[in-house]
Structures are given as structure tokens and as C-alpha cells.
């Protein structure tokens, strides 16, 4: 097992079996998840930006960490959000993302780039919030707005740790399945018809990282699955964003449900799937 096959493993247990369920009908884990993301960063000799509100009388916050930051260049900005959906201890949605996100980022600390990428942990994207103003994506979006923040592209990490060589272990809206393979081994990035000329460069840039099966999309964002998930907040304010995913309730059985638990991940496809995701990003730069 490789070191970042044991990382990512190690985060997903921690988020979804010794912390556990986390949103904000139980604060406390809410925080535990909070406190063990910023740790993390603050371990790598990351400044941890925290952006606090408030919903439900509860206190929740965004967290961000920034390498080679430079207010004049455009930065890459990946997001995953931390909070679970009621009931449920989420390992894949969104623990896989956040684990990726955390490995990520230690990756392009130890090894940086010329130009700035930003790490963000969103809290409250799942229901009830979702699609309103108090997801944390749409609170972080929009301050970035009236910041002026430029962003070239916001990637969402959004459940990445499920996959099967099996047939017929890939399910799709229609008429998606007259186009896409039957077997979900593949990672998807998706984004809505503006923003296909960025998702082009994405997938070529992937492609020339990595030999991880891939499947892509621009299409019209009231397809169902298309939006649902952070990336939806940035394009409210104009930025570019594409979600990369395992496609969530089209493929993973334990989806939203408390079966979603860290041994149904597929830790070596998705450690490479990360290496593949830091390769583009180089490549890209």
C-alpha cells in the first residue's frame, strides 16, 4: 500500500468512523471534522483561513489554505465540502473528497507551482441548505465575488472513492446511457454548456497526466446530477467550475444512506485518481 493510498484511508476512517455523521444537527462533529481538516493543513505550515457564520444558531465556517498566493494571477481552486448528510456517516460523499483534498494539497505544498491554488473545506452542502444562500460554497462565492478574486477554474471534488469494472454498474439520466460506458470505473468531470472550452482543457490535460479512465460533459445544467454540488455556487457569480466525480447516486449503492461507510471505497483507484488529478494540474501550468 502506498503512502497516499494509507493517507487518504486514514482520513475517511477519521471523518466517518471516529468523528461520524457531521452537519449541523450535531455541532460537535460538525467542529471535530472542522478542527481535524485545519490540522492537517496547519501540520504542512499552512495558514488556515477560517470564514465563520452562523445558520440555525449554530456557528459553521469555510476553511481555506492558499499556496504561492499571488492577488494578480488567476488561481486553480479546489473544493470539497466536510459536512454529511443526516443519517448518514459519509465516507464517500463527501469524506473521499475532502481526503482528496487534503492530499492535494500536501502534494503541491512540498512541491509547489509557479502559480497560486486554493484549498477550500466547505461546510453545509447537503440538504437543507442545498441549493440556497446558506451552503458554504454560496457564502464562500459569493465574498469572492465582491473580493474580486480571480479564479480561472473552481474543481468540486464531489464523492470520487466508488468503482466497479462490473456491467451494468453505471446508471445515468437519460438519454446519458446511449453515450457512456455501462461500468463504472471511471472518474466524470462535468460542467454546464458555458463553460465546455475549460472542461476541454481539463480532460486534455488530465489524459496527458494519467491513463485513469475518464468521462466527460458539458451539458445543460436542469439535468438532473449535472449541478448538485458546490461548484453550482461559483457559477451563480460567473466563475468557471467543473465537478469531478464518481457520478454519486448513479453508481454508489450506500449514497445519502447510513451504509456509506469507509470499507465500500475503493482507496488504490482513488489514490491514483489523485496523482492523476495533481499531474493535471501541473501539466496545466
Keep these: 500500500m502506498s503512502s497516499l493510498e494509507n493517507n487518504l484511508r486514514t482520513h475517511v476512517r477519521i471523518l466517518a468512523e471516529e468523528i461520524g ?15 481535524y481538516i485545519s490540522g492537517q493543513w496547519e501540520n504542512m ?25 499571488d492577488p494578480r494571477a488567476p488561481m486553480i481552486l479546489f473544493g470539497a465540502h466536510y459536512d454529511s448528510v443526516y443519517g448518514s456517516p459519509g465516507a464517500n460523499d463527501n469524506g473521499s473528497g475532502i481526503a482528496a483534498l487534503i492530499e492535494l494539497s500536501r502534494m503541491f505544498t512540498e512541491r509547489p507551482l509557479a502559480s497560486p491554488i486554493r484549498f477550500v473545506a466547505f461546510v453545509n452542502e447537503e440538504p437543507p441548505f442545498f441549493p440556497g444562500g446558506q451552503m458554504g460554497s ?24 466508488c468503482y466497479s469494472d462490473d456491467p ?62 458546490d461548484h453550482r455556487s461559483f457559477w451563480r457569480y460567473g466563475y468557471p467550475a467543473v465537478m ?3 457520478t454519486a447516486p448513479y453508481r ?4 445519502h444512506s ?10 488504490e483507484r482513488l489514490a ?9 494540474i501541473r501539466s496545466l501550468a
Design 138 to 161: 454560496a457564502v464562500y462565492a459569493r465574498e469572492a465575488s465582491r473580493r474580486g478574486d480571480k479564479i480561472a477554474v473552481m474543481l468540486c471534488l464531489e464523492t470520487i472513492g
Design 168 to 229: 451494468g454498474s453505471q446508471r445515468y439520466p437519460p438519454p446519458f446511457s446511449l453515450f457512456f460506458p455501462d461500468r463504472g470505473n471511471f472518474i466524470a468531470f462535468v460542467t454546464k454548456l458555458r463553460y465546455r472550452s475549460a472542461l476541454k482543457k481539463l480532460v486534455r490535460a488530465f489524459k496527458s497526466a494519467t491513463n485513469f479512465p475518464i468521462e466527460s460533459v458539458a451539458t445543460f445544467a436542469h439535468v438532473p446530477g449535472v449541478g448538485w454540488s
Design 244 to 246: 469531478i466525480t464518481d
Design 272 to 280: 491514483s485518481l489523485v496523482t492523476g488529478l495533481a499531474g493535471m
Design 258 to 267: 447510513h451504509r456509506d461507510t469507509p470499507d465500500k471505497l475503493n482507496y
Design 252 to 255: 454508489y449503492a450506500h449514497y
Design 45 to 69: 505550515g499552512l495558514d488556515v483561513t477560517r470564514q465563520p457564520y452562523e445558520v440555525h444558531a449554530t456557528r459553521c465556517e469555510n476553511l481555506s489554505v492558499t499556496v504561492d498566493e
Design 21 to 35: 455523521e457531521r452537519n449541523v444537527f450535531l455541532p460537535g462533529t460538525l467542529d471535530a471534522s472542522a478542527d
